[in-house]
């Protein structure tokens, strides 16, 4: 019976009881773990994730499929954060911002999931998509289109919240958005 030779930088899992049998099991879960994820529909993700990302005492990130579906389930997520935590005011900016980013994620990254977060601090509210890419955005300034072309998805951010950036993170990049907030007292 021939076994599986160590490559350059790997140890010799044969001489290592149970070694391997743990990464494996572990990239199994995973990869079980993200089908069950992709099979699942928009309401049942919804149902999922609402309580955690409401939860401000947290923070939590909920992973959605990458893919144009994942769009309506996050605004309806970020909607229903932003109502539970009484921030009417910045619902219609909240939905259409998480719509771009979720968009530009799922169109431009080639990961099998984006994440998602929601996060509030004394005046801010931040919304970030995160995605496997390590490419970071870029706003390109061309001349105006049509409203129905692609390629404002930047410019609507910039234009719509009060900060914006991107970070690299150690294995992908979060975009992110932040909402000035009026706290009450």
């Given at each position: ?83 539970s935590w009484d ?83 150690p294995r992908g ?8 907030i009026r706290e009450?007292?």
């Amino acid at each position: 019976m021939m076994g599986r030779m160590a490559g350059w930088g790997e140890t010799d899992q044969s001489s290592v009881p149970g070694a391997g049998t743990v990464a494996e099991a572990s990239w199994i879960d995973v990869q079980c773990a993200l089908s069950v994820l992709e099979r699942l529909s928009s309401s049942e993700l919804e149902e999922m994730y609402f309580g955690r990302l409401c939860d401000q005492t947290v923070p939590s990130e909920v992973r959605l499929p990458s893919r144009p579906e994942s769009g309506p389930v996050a605004r309806r997520l970020v909607l229903s954060v932003l109502e539970s935590w009484d921030l009417h005011q910045h619902l219609e900016a909240g939905e259409l911002l998480t719509s771009e980013l979720v968009s530009n994620a799922v169109r431009h990254a080639a990961g099998r999931t984006i994440g998602l977060q929601v996060s509030r601090k004394p005046g801010w509210v931040r919304v970030e998509v995160r995605d496997s890419s390590r490419a970071l955005p870029c706003m390109i300034m061309a001349e105006p289109r049509p409203v129905n072309e692609r390629g404002r998805g930047l410019r609507i951010v910039d234009d719509l919240s009060d900060r914006w950036g991107a970070d690299l993170l150690p294995r992908g990049k979060g975009v992110w958005f932040e909402l000035k907030i009026r706290e009450l007292h």
